[in-house]
């Protein structure tokens, strides 16, 4: 690829988009699930079609595709990262994502998040677009639910506030008891001299 490729097709760009998030509930007969979606887009309003994307990998593409419906819960800012581990990090094939709780449904039957949404829609599929590793669902909304007044959470507020950022490796050390000088390293030779104030490694302990 040239240099002038390159620049005309940076991916970066793609990242300028502006997104929501959104977790998408579902029902396969047995359990509920979930699953973080950010390729939630209304496409009409009269009458109202909301069109969903979802990896075809995810459970909860099988399952829409066979029950035909689903609940788009409209995350709020004050969404906390256990959220996304929730619905993000495990899949609805291994795990029961609602065990532990008896959230609300919506007429539909399906679940709608008790907590960190500012609204949640009813979907019913009307139409199934195949894009290759994804599935575009183009739904009517059937119901649609103010929560609250809380700010929608975008992608960038996600990265930006609410992902945990990466922490530094924490470097093994001693420290000298006697005027704080740090020995980096995961062992401190035993005849080591403090070069601050001469004390010799019986004066270091280890930094916890």
Excluded: W
Excluded at 171 to 176: A, F, I, L, S
């Amino acid at each position: 690829m040239t240099q002038a490729t390159n620049e005309k097709m940076n991916p970066s760009a793609l990242f300028r988009i502006g997104y929501g998030l959104y977790v998408v509930t579902s029902n396969d007969g047995k359990k509920d699930n979930g699953l973080i979606v950010n390729t939630v887009v209304q496409l009409t309003d009269s009458p109202n079609r909301v069109a969903v994307t979802i990896n075809k990998r995810n459970y909860s593409h099988e399952i829409i595709q066979k029950t035909k419906k689903m609940n788009v819960n409209c995350l709020s800012v004050e969404t906390p990262f256990e959220v996304f581990k929730a619905f993000g990090f495990v899949s609805g094939r291994d795990v029961d994502k609602f065990a532990d709780c008896t959230p609300p449904r919506s007429d539909n039957g399906l679940i709608y998040l008790p907590r960190y949404i500012n609204a949640y829609l009813s979907l019913e599929v009307e139409q199934y677009i195949d894009f290759d590793t994804h599935g575009m669902f183009v739904c009517t909304v059937s119901e649609a639910k103010v929560i609250s007044d809380l700010e929608t959470m975008t992608y960038t507020y996600y990265q930006k506030n609410v992902k945990p950022k990466p922490q530094p490796p924490k470097k093994k050390g001693y420290v000298c008891k006697i005027c704080g000088y740090v020995y980096e390293g995961e062992t401190l030779p035993e005849d080591f001299v403090c070069p601050l104030c001469k004390h010799g490694a019986a004066d270091f302990e280890e930094i916890q």
